[in-house]
Antibody
Framework: LQLHESGPGLVKPSETLSLNCTVSRGYLATSAFYWGWIRQSPGKGLEWIGGMYHSGKIYYNPSLKSRIAISADRSKDQFSLGLTSVTTADTAVYYC????????????WGQGTLVTVSS | QSVLTQPPSMSGAPGQRVTISCSGGSSNLGSNSVNWYQQLPGTAPKLIIYNNDQRPSGVPDRFSGSKSGTSASLAISGLQSEDAADYYCAAWDDRPYAHVKFGGGTKLTVL
């Protein structure tokens, strides 16, 4: 099982950050894993952004909830993150990951993609 | 401020045993299992302990985990130079609604 993040590396303040995570074929459509987004600001710790179950149930970080949208396109083996009204504080490496146990046990990770918020 | 509290840094000599703590509350560690991650510089985190004390395939048995009440620990025995990394605990938190919390991380230095 492999995951790969893709999206713009540079986003302007106040705009929307959009990332896709492409998953090994078939896993999104058939597995009961939990699919999540995690980020890490430069020199800082890990911050969970949100994620979704195969059932479609989505959970969001309370501190980011008003700005986050997570969705999946199983026909494309992708799940996506949208983060609106970004500021420089949203500059981070963004990871997609999956937890086979359905919890916070993220066993498989993408390599991460750096998104810089700057004008 | 993370509600899962870890010591910012720890150190140990090769061969020693170190224990990294993760302190939480009733809404996270008190009612949900804990997972531990190892992150080497410039790489994605790696799951090394899940469901409190289980090791994924391929993780050496030098790594062990435990949880009691609202506290959890990661123990590394027979410390090796390659164990120098950042370590994070993580758990679901039920308040104000279900979400995942990561600890602030512990930087382990092998002397």
């Amino acid at each position: 099982l492999q995951l790969h993040e893709s999206g713009p590396g540079l986003v302007k303040p106040s705009e929307t950050l959009s990332l896709n995570c492409t998953v090994s074929r078939g896993y999104l459509a058939t597995s009961a894993f939990y699919w999540g987004w995690i980020r890490q600001s430069p020199g800082k710790g890990l911050e969970w952004i949100g994620g979704m179950y195969h059932s479609g149930k989505i959970y969001y970080n309370p501190s980011l909830k008003s700005r986050i949208a997570i969705s999946a396109d199983r026909s494309k083996d992708q799940f996506s993150l949208g983060l609106t009204s970004v500021t420089t504080a949203d500059t981070a490496v963004y990871y997609c990951a999956t937890a086979p146990g359905g919890g916070s046990d993220f066993q498989f990770w993408g390599q991460g993609t750096l998104v810089t918020v700057s004008s | 401020q993370s509600v899962l509290t870890q010591p910012p840094s720890m150190s140990g000599a090769p061969g020693q045993r170190v224990t990294i703590s993760c302190s939480g509350g009733s809404s996270n560690l008190g009612s949900n299992s804990v997972n531990w991650y190892q992150q080497l510089p410039g790489t994605a985190p790696k799951l090394i302990i899940y469901n409190n004390d289980q090791r994924p395939s391929g993780v050496p048995d030098r790594f062990s985990g435990s949880k009691s009440g609202t506290s959890a620990s990661l123990a590394i025995s027979g410390l090796q130079s390659e164990d120098a990394a950042d370590y994070y605990c993580a758990a679901w938190d039920d308040r104000p609604y279900a979400h995942v919390k990561f600890g602030g991380g512990t930087k382990l230095t092998v002397l």
